[in-house]
């Protein structure tokens, strides 16, 4: 167990995958970096934030492959390498670059599966940073797991902490179905325990970061940080939260939801994707159907506007839900009392 | 190249079955017991076969949404492929892909392909695992020239000669991209595309199976020895529309019957074998009259196999979930 950033928990996890399983490769844009420039060095770049750096070195360039910059000739690829012997983890860099290989992602990995009448592995991992709060405006900080969590067929992870990370992308890599594998951007220097061997944390089975009595927060990835830190605040006003990481939205576990819920008879959903046809309206949508009756007040969501992602910092600040917007959420539901009809 | 006695009755065989599967489908289709999208693959015979006639199940190949011809070529079943088609449980794929997603990947068939230009990417990847793994295994990608200007082919292709796959990128160019004709679509030339990625090609005259299979040799051989990509070019006549009900009002009234006439790649078969004395008429006949009672046991067989159940709409999403 040492201190490990989520940059270095993921270059671990891939690192040791690859020392296990021999069909484990890379491919992507620069993850090694600097092939056929001048400076003839072959691992430049690691990645364009360095999240892969080094294993070029021990791996070789049969196994980390630079492509490229052609999104849709790489991710299919990988996925028929995926179905053909190899276990690819391909990296899209940023995940907004889907547009340029949405088809080999839906129409494809996607689909071979069950179009094949279940005769089809496709044991593949994308990669992709997502995320507000750099600065990097519209084309570089969407939070698209919505988009993917529509299609059947992908499984869609959002590791919040470097540890949830290491244990989560093991899990991504011996998967046997596609799954996409989201990393905020913004995490990647924030550091914590992480142990120094491999482990696998499984998909579909929520952790509760806090458990408490007033109010269930459903948080995702980054967002379950501040969630965190407003339960604290919220705390010294004696409103108790449970706060649940559901690490995966495909597959959910639904069941943790409904349990908190029950418990709580409040909830507050915190995601940083779009609001409309988010993670939030789809959980929103799940606790009405299914536990109506259980609920002391209206389900709050805090959610980004329906906008493009802004430039200017003031604005972005704006854009991304914040701990002071959770706990006002958290405020409000409680400050709701029901009204009998007469 | 001298072609074995058994290879070429095998590829008869197989390009007779194309053929009989096909007109068979065109009929059984306007009865509208078969449901969805049908392509059909008349005309093209020789270029499947012509081309798989150099591969065996531990080559991969991609297809197209006119992917029947793919199939069989590769040694997909052709009971299975009709139960598939006629939505049957018993189909290659148990009813859940149709005509257009029939794979099967025991024998190296990667699938028809919906959409177009999916298949080159995917073949890319399958090269790349025969080159990791290092058995031996080349993957051809079939296209047509409506997909030879996707970006996702034009993509794959430098992607191919970037990392020297062992892949053969096959562009069966019939002349239309469903109703465009490739004269207007097609800016430049194959050739030109081929070497702008820096990588041969080859082109032939698909209703001529003796040249697709020299052609197709030379391409593959090319691949298999670590080479690189190769591109080959297939002339050919689509004898039917993009799709069944297609009534093609955009091709002269005599063009497909002049294909039918002057380019029937069976046809030239059985002439060129019976006149080098190789086979007796007598001895395709049979061949013949062997494929139509297979079609006609699968026809039969097809429509009377069962349905899907209503578990298996929920079946096979995942590996496990």
């Given at each position: 167990?040492?201190?490990?950033?989520?940059?270095?928990?993921?270059?671990?996890?891939?690192?040791?995958?690859?020392?296990?399983?021999?069909?484990?490769?890379?491919?992507?844009?620069?993850?090694?970096?600097?092939?056929?420039?001048?400076?003839?060095?072959?691992?430049?770049?690691?990645?364009?934030?360095?999240?892969?750096?080094?294993?070029?070195?021990?791996?070789?360039?049969?196994?980390?492959?630079?492509?490229?910059?052609?999104?849709?000739?790489?991710i299919?690829?990988a996925a028929?390498?995926a179905?053909?012997?190899?276990?690819?983890?391909?990296?899209?860099?940023?995940?907004?670059?889907?547009?340029?290989?949405?088809?080999q992602i839906m129409?494809q990995a996607a689909k071979f599966?069950?179009?094949?009448?279940?005769?089809?592995?496709t044991?593949l991992?994308i990669?992709?940073?997502?995320?507000?709060?750099?600065?990097?405006?519209?084309?570089?900080?969407?939070?698209?797991?919505?988009?993917?969590?529509?299609?059947?067929g992908l499984?869609?992870?959002?590791?919040?902490?470097?540890?949830?990370?290491?244990?989560?992308?093991?899990?991504?890599?011996?998967?046997?179905?596609p799954?996409?594998?989201?990393?905020?951007?913004?995490?990647?220097?924030?550091?914590?325990?992480?142990?120094?061997?491999?482990?696998?944390?499984?998909?579909?089975?929520?952790?509760?970061?806090?458990?408490?009595?007033?109010?269930?927060?459903?948080?995702?990835?980054?967002?379950?940080?501040?969630?965190?830190?407003?339960?604290?605040?919220?705390?010294?006003?004696?409103?108790?939260?449970?706060?649940?990481?559901?690490?995966?939205?495909?597959?959910?576990?639904?069941?943790?939801?409904?349990?908190?819920?029950?418990?709580?008879?409040?909830?507050?959903?915190?995601?940083?994707?779009?609001?409309?046809?988010?993670?939030?309206?789809?959980?929103?949508?799940?606790?009405?159907?299914?536990?109506?009756?259980?609920?002391?007040?209206?389900?709050?969501?805090?959610?980004?506007?329906?906008?493009?992602?802004?430039?200017?910092?003031?604005?972005?600040?704006?854009?991304?839900?914040?701990?002071?917007?959770?706990?006002?959420?958290?405020?409000?539901?409680?400050?709701?009392?029901?009204?009998?009809?007469? | 190249?001298?072609?074995?006695?058994?290879?070429?009755?095998?590829?008869?065989?197989?390009?007779?079955?194309?053929?009989?599967?096909?007109?068979?489908?065109?009929?059984?289709?306007?009865?509208?017991?078969?449901?969805?999208?049908?392509?059909?693959?008349?005309?093209?015979?020789?270029?499947?076969?012509?081309?798989?006639?150099?591969?065996?199940?531990?080559?991969?190949?991609?297809?197209?949404?006119?992917?029947?011809?793919?199939?069989?070529?590769?040694?997909?079943?052709?009971?299975?492929?009709?139960?598939?088609?006629?939505?049957?449980?018993?189909?290659?794929?148990?009813?859940?892909?149709?005509?257009?997603?029939?794979?099967?990947?025991?024998?190296?068939?990667?699938?028809?392909?919906?959409?177009?230009?999916?298949?080159?990417?995917?073949?890319?990847?399958?090269?790349?695992?025969?080159?990791?793994?290092?058995?031996?295994?080349?993957?051809?990608?079939?296209?047509?020239?409506?997909?030879?200007?996707?970006?996702?082919?034009?993509?794959?292709?430098?992607?191919?000669?970037?990392?020297?796959?062992?892949?053969?990128?096959?562009?069966?160019?019939?002349?239309?991209?469903?109703?465009?004709?490739?004269?207007?679509?097609?800016?430049?030339?194959?050739?030109?595309?081929?070497?702008?990625?820096?990588?041969?090609?080859?082109?032939?005259?698909?209703?001529?199976?003796?040249?697709?299979?020299?052609?197709?040799?030379?391409?593959?051989?090319?691949?298999?020895?670590?080479?690189?990509?190769?591109?080959?070019?297939?002339?050919?006549?689509?004898?039917?529309?993009?799709?069944?009900?297609?009534?093609?009002?955009?091709?002269?009234?005599?063009?497909?019957?002049?294909?039918?006439?002057?380019?029937?790649?069976?046809?030239?078969?059985?002439?060129?074998?019976?006149?080098?004395?190789?086979?007796?008429?007598?001895?395709?006949?049979?061949?013949?009259?062997?494929?139509?009672?297979?079609?006609?046991?699968?026809?039969?067989?097809?429509?009377?196999?069962?349905?899907?159940?209503?578990?298996?709409?929920?079946?096979?999403?995942?590996?496990?979930?």
């Amino acid at each position: 167990m040492s201190k490990k950033s989520f940059r270095q928990a993921i270059n671990e996890a891939l690192r040791q995958e690859m020392r296990r399983d021999p069909t484990v490769i890379l491919m992507g844009e620069d993850v090694a970096g600097g092939r056929g420039g001048s400076a003839g060095i072959k691992d430049a770049w690691g990645g364009v934030l360095g999240v892969t750096k080094g294993l070029l070195e021990e791996f070789g360039d049969t196994r980390v492959l630079d492509t490229p910059i052609t999104e849709a000739s790489y991710i299919g690829a990988a996925a028929g390498a995926a179905v053909t012997g190899l276990r690819p983890v391909a990296e899209l860099m940023f995940v907004d670059f889907v547009g340029c290989c949405l088809d080999q992602i839906m129409n494809q990995a996607a689909k071979f599966r069950y179009m094949f009448g279940g005769k089809a592995r496709t044991p593949l991992v994308i990669r992709a940073m997502f995320g507000a709060g750099f600065n990097a405006a519209a084309q570089h900080s969407q939070a698209l797991y919505p988009l993917f969590t529509h299609i059947p067929g992908l499984k869609v992870v959002i590791p919040s902490s470097p540890y949830e990370a290491k244990g989560l992308l093991i899990s991504a890599i011996r998967d046997d179905d596609p799954v996409i594998f989201l990393e905020n951007k913004v995490m990647y220097d924030e550091e914590e325990d992480v142990p120094d061997e491999p482990y696998a944390i499984p998909f579909g089975e929520a952790n509760l970061t806090r458990e408490g009595r007033d109010v269930t927060i459903v948080a995702f990835g980054r967002m379950v940080g501040l969630a965190n830190q407003a339960a604290d605040r919220l705390e010294k006003k004696g409103i108790s939260c449970t706060v649940i990481d559901p690490r995966t939205t495909s597959p959910l576990d639904r069941d943790t939801i409904l349990e908190c819920v029950a418990d709580t008879g409040r909830l507050v959903i915190v995601d940083e994707s779009s609001p409309r046809c988010n993670m939030a309206t789809d959980i929103a949508a799940i606790v009405a159907e299914e536990a109506f009756d259980t609920l002391r007040a209206p389900i709050r969501r805090v959610v980004p506007p329906h906008t493009p992602v802004p430039f200017a910092t003031v604005l972005e600040t704006l854009y991304l839900p914040s701990v002071d917007r959770i706990e006002a959420a958290v405020t409000a539901t409680m400050a709701h009392r029901v009204v009998e009809k007469v | 190249m001298q072609i074995a006695r058994e290879t070429l009755l095998r590829s008869y065989r197989a390009m007779r079955t194309i053929r009989m599967f096909e007109e068979r489908l065109h009929v059984e289709f306007a009865t509208g017991e078969i449901p969805g999208f049908v392509h059909l693959y008349c005309g093209e015979e020789a270029s499947a076969v012509g081309v798989c006639a150099n591969l065996t199940d531990n080559d991969t190949i991609a297809s197209t949404h006119r992917g029947h011809g793919h199939c069989i070529a590769k040694g997909v079943g052709v009971a299975g492929m009709m139960a598939e088609i006629y939505g049957r449980s018993t189909g290659v794929c148990r009813g859940k892909g149709g005509s257009m997603h029939i794979a099967d990947l025991a024998c190296g068939m990667l699938g028809a392909n919906g959409i177009v230009g999916g298949g080159p990417p995917l073949i890319c990847g399958a090269a790349l695992s025969h080159k990791t793994l290092r058995d031996g295994g080349v993957a051809v990608a079939f296209y047509g020239d409506g997909a030879s200007n996707e970006g996702s082919t034009l993509e794959s292709l430098n992607l191919a000669s970037v990392w020297n796959l062992p892949a053969v990128f096959v562009v069966e160019d019939n002349g239309y991209g469903e109703a465009t004709g490739a004269s207007y679509a097609c800016a430049g030339t194959q050739q030109a595309r081929a070497a702008g990625f820096g990588m041969p090609y080859i082109e032939c005259d698909g209703s001529d199976y003796f040249a697709v299979h020299q052609a197709a040799g030379e391409a593959i051989a090319h691949a298999r020895e670590g080479r690189g990509p190769v591109m080959l070019h297939v002339h050919l006549a689509r004898w039917y529309g993009h799709f069944e009900g297609d009534a093609m009002t955009y091709r002269a009234a005599d063009e497909v019957a002049n294909a039918r006439r002057d380019h029937d790649c069976l046809k030239l078969f059985r002439t060129r074998v019976t006149e080098a004395g190789l086979f007796e008429g007598s001895e395709l006949d049979e061949v013949d009259a062997a494929v139509a009672d297979e079609i006609e046991a699968a026809v039969v067989q097809a429509k009377d196999d069962p349905l899907p159940q209503s578990a298996d709409l929920l079946a096979d999403v995942y590996v496990r979930y």
